[in-house]
Every structure is written in structure tokens, then in C-alpha cells.
């Protein structure tokens, strides 16, 4: 047996990261904060569930246990939109019904994975286990309290996925090994719940938002019928979370935004005040590795903003590029160097595009513009699959293009479709999409994806 190697965090990305190392014949040992989640209740008012696409399926694929995990996912065919005024229009996500995205319980899924990485030969789980910091002098992590060391583990070396908040991440800084930057967004979190019976009418496969311009309201659907429901909102000025400080406040805020879903919320107010007001952010750091010794991988090394479903599924592809890599390299030093620069323009871009989408869910949703380019867009796929991809579904459904390649693409869709759009004011997308001038456009500046990415490697 290889190894030992440490990991930090039996998250989502450490318990995969886990069955991934002990596959490739590494002893891992790994250190949760938390208790053991095969012994404790589900915990409550934390993104409950999570959009899974293409990139999270085949991380869980190279891992073996894609199969264990499928009960657990229920498919989202498109965006079900609702309008202030009551309209319901659903945007599908894809082509058809093999493009879809998976709503999953964040819950199960951790204990799938752990129950998974528990029967792995090479594995073995240390719950209740806080980190507090590296000591790189020494070649060791520390265990215990913010006030008390309690117990020191050699370094051996570690991948830290102790999740946004590392802890590993800020030891490390804090030692001047590497630098960070957190973009907070103005804009907060909370999780409210639509049960079973209240869920009634809503569509059971569509990922709904009632889009606000400067705020909105998702739901995603869980396996027993009810309806996971976050607000996103400023944390300040007005509307913002910041008003919303008696139970009149919060009942005339749902009533006024979203009048059709208030009657759903049946636990509004006592979940609204209960429920913690989550932060989101960016994370930028530089470098994610320490001399062989410590790896940041997942949200630890690049967390981003919810709003394109993309951060586990991003965590999880971490993984399987991690393993390729094992392939080659037998130096940690090696390994993690390669890794952050195989990984760090493709984190980029979604940490770029996971911002925008969050525009484009609250706001342009709503513009006839964005759904006319749309439409376009579609069409141009169905004419030239090879070429012209939509961005949305390069980043949600072809793991085979990296997220740079697919941020670089869709500027250039964008401009294509803008131009589109000025020649033909107004005219049928099936009509333009006819016409062959369009076809010289997308020849002459879209490659074929498989033959772009053959250039570029
Ligand atoms: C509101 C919201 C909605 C989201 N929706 C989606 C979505 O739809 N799709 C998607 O792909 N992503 C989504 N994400 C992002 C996703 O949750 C994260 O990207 C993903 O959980 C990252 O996995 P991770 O393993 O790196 O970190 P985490 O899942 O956060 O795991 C970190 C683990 O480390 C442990 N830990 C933390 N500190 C310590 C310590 N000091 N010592 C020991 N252990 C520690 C934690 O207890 C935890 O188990 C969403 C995030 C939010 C906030």
C-alpha cells in the first residue's frame, strides 16, 4: 500500500478525493470536524440540495459510485420561470431529455459518500477531528480548539478540502506561504422549505426561480416531494435582509415579491428566523500547494458563487483531473504543480461565469432580447452541434470542454448572436438560422470543439 496521505475535510470533495486516492492503492487517512453523519440527524438550513450535471457525474464516475448515488437524483429539465404576474414559462436547460441537471440532497449525498469511502480498503475516517492549523516548520496539522493544540499529525502530505472557510487555507496564509483574496457579494442567503403538500402544482422536474431583478427566489425538488427554497438578496440598502427584522416585515416582503409561492412557505417566518443567513464569495488563492507537502483542492482552493449550480460539480472534476494525474506523477511536488496548472484557468472561468449567471437568473431572464438570442442559440446548436454549444450547456453538459474553453466560446457566440441580431431585427431564429452567411460566420470563427481542443493541447 501507498502512502499515507492526509486529508482535511470529509466533505463532498474529501470523502470522493478519498475513495479516489485508496483506488489508486494510497492508506488515507482523513479528518472531519463534524460527527460522523451515518450517526447524527440531517443539519438543517444549509443549501439542503444541489444542482449535479455532467462534470460532478463523471467525478463520481471515476470514483466507482456513480451507480449508488443515481436513486438519489431527481432530474431538472429546464428553469421553470415565474413572472410577477403569476406567467409560468419553462425555459429548458438543453436539447432534450438526455441534457438535464440532477437536483440532490446535499445530506444524502454526504453519507453516500461516506458510507462508500467507510467499505473502501485503505480508508480510514476520523470524525470530531477540528483542524486548526499547519505547522510547516514542523512537518505537522493541528487538531483542537482556537485556544488548544490537543493533538499534532505529520504533514505527510495533506489535501486540504475543509471546504470555503479552510482553515488549512488561512493557516497557510497566515504563515505567508500563500496569498488570498475573498470577494464577498453584497448579496446573502437564506433557506426556506415547501413541503409535500403545499408543493402541489409546482412542476416536479424544472428548477423554479421567481426572478426580481435585484433579488430572486429559487426551488429546488427533494425526493419526498417537497421543494427546497432559497432567497437570495442584498444584505443591505433596500429591499435587503437588513429590513426584514420582524415577522410583518417578512411576511409583507414574500407577499409583495413573490405572491404566488408565499402560500407554499408554510414554515415562512419560523423558518426565515430560524435558519442561518448564509455568505457567498469568491475565493482566489496563489499558489494551492506548499512544497509537496500541502494541497488545497475543492471550495478550499476555489470557491465560487452559487448561481450556475457549478461549485461541487467543479470540486468533483478536481478530483477526477487529481487522478489522472496520480497516473503520471510519483513526486507530490510534481503532482500538485501540475494540478493547479492544469485546474487554475479552467477554476477561473467558472468563477467569472458563476457570477454572471447570477444576473442572468435574477434579471435578463425576464428580457425578450435574452430569449430571442436564446432561441437563436439553440437553433444554431441543432445546425451545427459540432461548433455552436450554448454556454450554459458547454458548462452544465460537456465535461469534455474545459470551463476557459467554454467561457472563450461563448464570447464568441455572444458576438456572433449580437451580430445576428442587428442583421435580422426581429426574425424568426428558424428562418436566419437558414441563411448561409450565418453558416460562413460560424465556420470561420468556431472551430469544431474536439479539433479547437486538439490545437490547444
Ligand atoms: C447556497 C449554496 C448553493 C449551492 N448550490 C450548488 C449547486 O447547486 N451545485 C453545485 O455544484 N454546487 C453548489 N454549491 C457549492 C457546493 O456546496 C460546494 O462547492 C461544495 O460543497 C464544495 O465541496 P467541498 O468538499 O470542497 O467543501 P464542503 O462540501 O464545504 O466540505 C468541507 C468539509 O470540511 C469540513 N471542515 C471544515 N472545516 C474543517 C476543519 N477546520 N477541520 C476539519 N474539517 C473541517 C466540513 O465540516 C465539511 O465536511 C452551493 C453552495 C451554496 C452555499
Redesign the pocket.
Known sequence: MRGPINI???????TLLAIVLARRGFRVEV????ADPRLRAAERGR?IN???AAR?LRGLEVAGVAARVAPLLIPMRGRLVHEHGGAERLLPYGQDDTEVIHSVSREALGRTLIEAAAEQRGIALHFG???VGVDLARDALLFGTADKVQRRVPLVPTIA?????S?VRVALAAAGAITVREDMLAHD?RELTIPPQQAVGLHPNALHIWPRGGHMLIALPNTDGSFTA?LFLAREGSPSFAELTDDAAIRRFFAREFPDAVSRLAQLVEEFTANPQ?R?GTVYCEPWHVAGKVLLL???AH?IV?FH?????C?FEDVAVLDTLLGEHDDFGALFSAFMRARRPDTDAIARMALENYLEMRDTVLDPAFLRRKALGAQLERRYPDRFIPRYSMVMFHPEIGYAEALHRGAVQDALLAQFDTAYPGADPEEIADLSAIRELVEARLAPVNRARAARA
Open positions: 482535511v475535510g470529509a466533505g463532498l470533495a474529501g479528518f472531519e470536524r463534524r443549501s444541489l444542482a449535479l460532478g477531528q477540528n483542524c478540502t475543509d471546504g470555503a472557510g482553515a442567503y432559497t448564509g457567498l475543492g471550495d478550499a470557491a452559487p449550480g457549478q461549485g461541487m460539480n470540486a
